[in-house]
């Protein structure tokens, strides 16, 4: 499974994407981020409940994008707006040590 | 969490009550005996809390400690801890305020001083009292996420993280004035021209927050428009971005590698206005760098203190109430000429100087 966070605004208006591929996790690791993945329901986009609130200055927006075996979903959504367990996986994976991260200005 | 009787509107949005004073007013006339009694009981207490808070806040500036709530009557500013959690969990377990002592957590004091010097800073130089131009207490949470490299006004309250070390230094989001009068500032603009937070009034919007953040700055320095560094977020960044600062408004596109953000229209970056993060709305924190760089021209132009005069045509343009909050650069610009023509004189040397100065950022 590969995830990628695209984060951006906030402060620095700076791009951030972070990436994780669960080939490089320890199994524990890999089956804790699965579990994630499900509880935020991303492939389940009719369970996730789509309420979008006004841009709130300085605060960041993502986009994750989540690859798995043949399936593959898209999810964006403003920082306010997050979902608890949205919210979860993305710190979990951004703190993940795995990770990797490019940070870039805005649009490229 | 929130009291009953605590209200206060924010730009269009209003708080939410436990009881709202529509359904208390009902039971007080329609209500049962029990119920009437029982509802105008609150309503007279509450009434009677508000007066007698307004009346302390307003007219002796003491403390007094109300049962039940964080906020202290008349209180200007207090910090809260948020414990590393998320919105849900703001604004946190209550630090300092202001007649408390210092506090053993510098994030804690950090906030509270630059809550406090832009506070005062509005106060002296343009006689605005907070944030919404009525009293209105600032409250700001440190510790905010886990490693979080952002700070953010949510539209009620400051928040900071604590930096991730990679974006910004850890503790680095409380450490630069210019950042915290740049996030309350923003706060300033909900309560005025409401500036939409897209495209070019948007980035209107964020210049506006980097201008009065460097004022405070420099006003807190004693610098004057020749002294000043300009800078915004100077020596907070982490090795993520290898540079001084975020933004340069004396030479936008220098603050670090890769800085990408224009001095003129003639580098304008277009970007969509889309729910893309890549897009930031449109490019906010890019273009501010144009209206970023005319106010450096002005200021640097007039000499002296900047707040004085460059400060006092952008504060009239903001609060002055002919600043659409769709406006364009073009539209801003407008607004700034008349504003100082009004002030200073149609023909100036301060009106000139704010026609220079879009001039050469070709924005007229």
């Known amino acids: 499974m590969k995830i990628s966070i695209v984060r951006g605004g906030g402060l620095a208006g700076m791009v951030t994407t972070t990436s994780l591929d669960t080939d490089d996790l320890t199994g524990p690791d890999e089956a804790a981020l699965r579990a994630k993945v499900d509880q935020a329901a991303v492939f389940q986009p009719h369970q996730r409940g789509a309420e979008t609130t006004p841009p709130q200055p300085d605060r960041f927006s993502y986009e994750l994008t989540v690859e798995d075996h043949d399936r593959r979903q898209t999810v964006r959504a403003r920082d306010q707006d997050l979902s608890p367990e949205l919210h979860d996986l993305i710190t979990w994976v951004h703190n993940s040590p795995a990770r990797r991260q490019v940070v870039r200005p805005p649009g490229r | 969490m929130q009291s009953t009787s605590h209200a206060h509107s924010q730009g269009s949005a209003t708080r939410c009550y436990i009881a709202p004073p529509y359904l208390l007013a009902q039971l007080a006339t329609r209500g049962s005996a029990e119920q009437r009694s029982a509802a105008t009981r609150t309503l007279v207490e509450s009434a009677a809390i508000r007066a007698r808070r307004a009346t302390l806040a307003h007219v002796l500036r003491e403390s007094v400690a109300l049962p039940g ?247 009239d343009t903001l609060t002055g109430g002919n600043l659409p909050a769709d406006a364009t650069f073009a539209v801003g610009a407008q607004a700034t000429l008349a504003a100082a023509g009004q002030r200073y004189g149609a023909g100036s040397a301060e009106q000139q100087a704010v026609q220079n100065a879009w001039q050469q950022v070709k924005v007229v």
């Open chain 2, 69 to 315: 709530e964080g906020l202290v009557a008349g209180e200007h500013v207090t910090v809260y801890d948020a414990g590393h959690g998320g919105d849900a969990n703001l604004p946190g377990t209550r630090m300092r305020g202001d007649a408390d002592p210092e506090s053993s957590d510098d994030a804690v004091n950090q906030a509270f001083d630059g809550a406090d010097k832009t506070y005062q800073f509005y106060r002296q130089v343009y006689g605005r009292d907070s944030v919404d131009g009525q009293g209105l207490g600032l409250v700001s949470s440190v510790h905010y996420g886990t490693d979080f490299d952002n700070a953010f006004w949510n539209g009620s309250q400051m928040v900071y993280g604590d930096g991730s070390g990679q974006l910004f230094q850890v503790g680095g989001l409380t450490k630069d004035i210019d950042v915290m009068a740049h996030e309350l500032t923003h706060g300033v603009t909900q309560y005025t021209a409401g500036l939409t937070y897209h495209t070019q009034s948007g980035a209107l919007n964020e210049s506006i927050s980097d201008v009065f953040g460097s004022l405070v700055k420099q006003h807190t320095l004693g610098q004057t428009a020749d002294q000043a560094d300009w800078l915004i977020g100077e020596g907070i960044l982490g090795p993520a971005l290898n540079g001084r600062a975020l933004r340069s408004m004396a030479a936008p596109g220098t603050a670090f590698d890769g800085d990408p953000q224009p001095a003129d229209m003639d580098a304008y970056v277009n970007l969509p206005d889309d729910d893309n993060p890549s897009n930031d709305h449109g490019g906010v924190h890019i273009n501010s760098g144009i209206p970023n760089h005319a106010f450096y021209l002005v200021a640097t132009s007039l000499g002296g203190n900047a707040w004085e005069r460059a400060g006092q045509i952008w504060y």
